[in-house]
Each structure stands twice: as C-alpha cells, then as structure tokens.
C-alpha cells in the first residue's frame, strides 16, 4: 500500500502543533518553511484536518492553526482518514466477472481477494487507531538522547509562533 506525501506532512504538522503553548498557532508557512515543502500542498491537507476536527484554524493577520484535540485523543488514523479519506485502500473491482472467462453463476460472496485485503486493512488501520500523537511524541523523545531534536523545534516555535488572546 502507499500513501501519499500529504499523511507524512500532515502527522509531522500535527506534532509539531502539539508543541506550541496555550495560546499559539503556527502559520501554514510556517508549518511548509519547517517540513521544506509547499504551502499551497500543505493548505489542502491543512484544511481536510481542520475539517476533520484535528485542527483548529484562527483567522486573521496573526490567526494560524493549533489542534482542535489533546494530542492523546488524536490517533494516526485520524489523519490519515482526514488525508486520504474513509475508502479502503483496496477496491474490488469484481474482475472475477470480466473477460472471456467470467465465473458462470453470479458470485454469492465477497471475493476472497477483497475479503483478505479488507482483513488486512482492518488489522493496520487498528493500530493506527490505537497510536496516538502523543504516543508517537513519546517515541521520539525517547530516542532524542541529547535534546537535538527538541532543541530544533524548540528553536523554531520561538520565532514563529503566534500568541492569540491575552
């Protein structure tokens, strides 16, 4: 299976959100300047999280976006639903039924093709359910053994982060 380059951006954009204080946002500059991509890719992807609740979008000249959720609430599998959308990856195009060769009688089932790729799809979408953003920032601290990576991000918010209320 192979998902796009927006379910990276969007995970990597979601932690990075997690980062920020009470009362800030990040630009969707910001966000692209960071992860070194295009921001008019990254909006889409922006909009579809906000859209799915993942986000919170503040507008204006110092508006931004900042999660909607604790980062212990929001599974990869949010974002990927958000992303790519509630399809499965595999659509059974009933093949079996095509050709100079269709099956004689009209099949009573699922193709077993299908049945086995869904039971697939089941298994992995569970345990991006299962793995929350937070878990994934637990992760990565663990293996941040002299503080790099936290000090780039850390680094980054200072300049870029926007305060929003008082």
């Known amino acids: 299976m192979k998902l796009s380059e927006g379910v990276e951006q969007a995970i990597h954009c979601v932690a990075m959100l997690s980062q920020l204080s009470d009362e800030g946002v990040l630009s ?4 692209a300047e960071f992860h070194g991509v295009k921001t008019s890719y990254l909006l889409k992807h922006l909009q579809a999280l906000s859209g799915a609740g993942v986000l919170r979008t503040l507008p204006g000249p110092k508006g931004g976006y900042r999660l909607a959720r604790a980062p212990q609430s929001i599974s990869l599998l949010d ?3 958000a992303v790519e959308g509630p399809e499965p990856a595999f659509r059974c195009q009933e093949i079996r039924q095509r050709g100079p060769n269709p099956l004689p009688v009209k099949p009573r089932g699922p193709c077993q093709i299908n049945a086995a ?3 697939a799809e089941q298994a992995y979408r569970a345990e991006l359910r299962r793995t929350s953003i937070a878990d994934v920032l637990t992760e990565v601290a663990a293996k941040d053994e002299d503080g ?5 991000g850390c680094a ?3 300049v870029h982060e926007r305060r929003q209320g008082g």
């Open 28 to 31: 969707a500059a910001a966000l």
């Open 79 to 81: 974002i990927l639903l």
């Open 117 to 119: 790729m869904l039971r």
């Open 148 to 152: 790099a990576i936290e000090a780039r």
């Open 156 to 158: 980054f918010l200072a």
